[in-house]
């Protein structure tokens, strides 16, 4: 991957392209971007929840690019930054399938951390039609960086922000089959009414529609190419439906790249393994991602106060502005393994990298 520093300019029909999916609210208009269909190969999957065993010791699949979307807030900012410091420790550990890392950038102008880390600069959507929901700009980041960068590797890893590595991660991919984590409130056929609005019968079941977000996923970049556009329009075409914007709320675009995959018929191998969720995750084991996404709250005792600001507390909304100070203190006796591996995760990063409060 050679990342690029500078922005470029932006497709004028790309441009189009948004402005239609915004403002046209028909399945019709959806259909004219999927127009490549990408065949499923997991028919003769039994249980969409699988676990296949991969030795820990060995990373002996095709490599896969990392790439997270980001903007230059201080908040984003601290989070890459631990992110990175976690994947250049664990891209050569064995068991490792890691290949080059891009930050895609989306907020359109370089940021002090061009020089820390691999960055391509990529176009914001136009004002306003975000609708305050910016991780509606993931999607059209995507589109962008798969259009402009040279990317080596034949898998891309579609990561986050607030994910750490503690373990060494293989490709999970199965040849064209993607790996996603499954998350329990992402629910298609409980939605089925709003779901079919984007996804109609004639394309086949709701069970079709994996139970999945675009974070983290492990995919061929040809398909995550034919993906990312429908993916894009789909979550446009969401935010602009009032029913779907206040069902779906703030995993809207994850619906929209479960939706995406659908309707090209692109099933993913489903992998509880792939990541955990403190504190409702209490144990690392062989899981490979850490996702910090959730406030850990607790009290002197060890219990567990959620909901409730707790006695000792690490929760990344606690620091929107400023980065963590470094040698936070260690959860109290009782707290589970996964709260402590995270706090020590942040403190080993906060501590070896240089002008750690710069942001």
Request: include cysteine.
């Amino acid at each position: 991957m050679l990342p690029r520093k500078n922005t470029g300019h932006v497709s004028p029909l790309l441009l189009v392209v948004v402005a239609l999916g915004f403002f046209v609210v028909t399945y019709n208009f959806v259909t004219l971007i999927i127009h490549k269909s990408v065949p499923s190969t997991t028919e003769d999957l039994r249980d969409p929840v699988v676990s296949r065993p991969y030795p820990m010791a060995k990373g002996v699949g095709p490599k896969y690019h990392v790439a997270l979307t980001a903007t230059d807030a201080p908040y984003s900012k601290w989070q890459c930054r631990v992110m990175h410091y976690w994947y250049k420790k664990m891209k050569d550990a064995p068991g490792s399938d890691m290949g080059g890392f891009t930050r895609i950038l989306h907020s359109g102008a370089p940021d002090n951390l061009m020089e820390e880390m691999p960055t391509m600069i990529v176009d914001p959507l136009p004002e306003g039609l975000d609708r305050g929901y910016i991780v509606l700009n993931r999607p059209w980041a995507f589109v962008q960086w798969l259009e402009k960068a040279e990317i080596e590797e034949e898998y891309i890893l579609m990561a986050e922000p607030d994910h750490i590595f503690v373990n060494p991660l293989p490709n999970l991919a199965n040849g064209d089959v993607p790996a996603a984590f499954p998350f329990f409130y992402i629910r298609p056929t409980q939605n089925e009414k709003i779901v079919r609005k984007y996804y109609p019968e004639e394309k086949g079941p709701v069970t079709d529609i994996d139970p999945i977000g675009n974070s983290p996923v492990i995919i061929k970049k040809t398909i995550l190419a034919n993906i990312a556009p429908t993916w894009m329009n789909v979550s446009l075409q969401m935010k602009s439906d009032n029913e779907t914007d206040k069902t779906f709320g703030w995993v809207l675009e994850m619906y929209g790249y479960a939706i995406a995959s659908a309707l090209h018929g692109v099933r993913h191998n489903l992998r509880k393994d792939f990541m955990l969720q403190p504190p409702w995750d209490t144990e690392v084991g062989n899981k490979f991602i850490l996702h910090f996404t959730y406030g850990c709250d607790y009290n002197m005792k060890g219990e567990l106060t959620y909901g409730k600001i707790g006695e000792w507390r690490f929760d990344k909304r606690s620091h929107l502005q400023d980065p963590p100070l470094r040698n936070l203190s260690l959860p109290p006796p009782g707290v589970p393994e996964s709260v402590i591996r995270l706090v020590k995760a942040v403190n080993e990063a906060s501590e070896n990298i240089p002008d750690w409060y710069k942001l």
